[in-house]
């Protein structure tokens, strides 16, 4: 069981340019998000989706998009890299109980730098 | 909105000396919360949560943790701290109904554990 992997898990990336963050989960959980973990900021969610075909923004959503076509699949595209986006990012899944859904369970992080 | 605080920035403790990690919640309806570690240069390990019952709920490591509902707190202790506990510890919260599905983390506590 691989739980929730991210690719890359790192990545240089030139201002301008653009590229897809990747993470897929293998415990068929409804709900997945994206995290950037910036020094002192602690993790800021980016986006997330309760399951395929359902997206929604999260507290810092601009310069990120998302997608959801499979339950495994939660890719995240940064469309014009900029400095500030320069983060670690975490994927994590969760799944529901009765009354909502429980903890995340997280990918080991992508760390990305743009130039 | 949600909102998780963190007010210590570090906390400090000798082994074997008892610690806590403060953690202060909002959240509308009843909260979901919990805990992780975070090691260096690694993703978020979950630690424990309360969703409901007892107040005092155990978790990984011999760490266990406080639900305080009228003083809105969920606190992190350990009775005798170790120095392999020196890490990052997040607090998260998520409302506890199924429309309502963001989990919003903590800025983070750095815990330093000396010998």
């Known amino acids: 069981n691989a739980g929730v992997t991210q690719t890359p898990k790192f990545q240089v990336l030139k201002t301008g340019q653009s590229m897809t963050l990747q993470c897929a989960q293998d415990?068929?959980?409804?709900?997945m998000s994206w995290y950037r973990q910036d020094p002192g900021m602690g993790l800021r969610l980016i986006h997330y989706?309760?399951?395929?075909?359902?997206?929604d923004q999260g507290e810092v959503p601009n310069g990120y998009n998302v997608s959801r076509s499979t339950t495994e699949d939660f890719p995240l595209r940064l469309l014009s890299a900029a400095p500030s986006q320069t983060s670690v990012y975490f994927c994590?899944?969760?799944?529901?109980?009765?009354?909502?859904?429980?903890?995340?369970?997280f990918g080991q992080g992508t760390r990305l730098t743009v130039v | 909105a949600q909102s998780v605080a963190q007010p210590e920035d570090q906390v400090n403790v000798a082994e074997g000396n008892p610690l806590t990690v403060k953690c202060t919640y909002s959240?509308?309806?009843?909260?979901?919360l919990f805990w992780y570690v975070q090691y260096p240069n690694r993703g978020l390990q979950f630690l424990l949560k309360?969703?409901?019952?007892?107040?005092l709920v155990k978790g990984s490591y011999g760490f266990e943790a406080e639900f305080n509902k009228s003083q809105t707190s969920f606190h992190l202790k350990k009775p005798s701290a170790l120095v392999s506990d020196s890490a990052l510890y997040f607090c998260?919260?998520?409302?506890?109904?199924?429309?309502?599905?963001?989990?919003?983390f903590g800025s983070g506590t750095r815990l330093s554990i000396r010998p």
């Open positions: 415990m068929n959980h409804e709900y």
């Open positions: 309360y969703i409901t019952g007892d107040n």
């Open positions: 959240v509308s309806g009843n909260p979901y």
């Open positions: 994590a899944s969760s799944y529901s109980i009765a009354g909502g859904y429980t903890e995340a369970f």
């Open positions: 989706s309760v399951g395929a075909g359902i997206t």
């Open positions: 998260a919260v998520r409302a506890g109904y199924s429309s309502a599905s963001k989990i919003i």
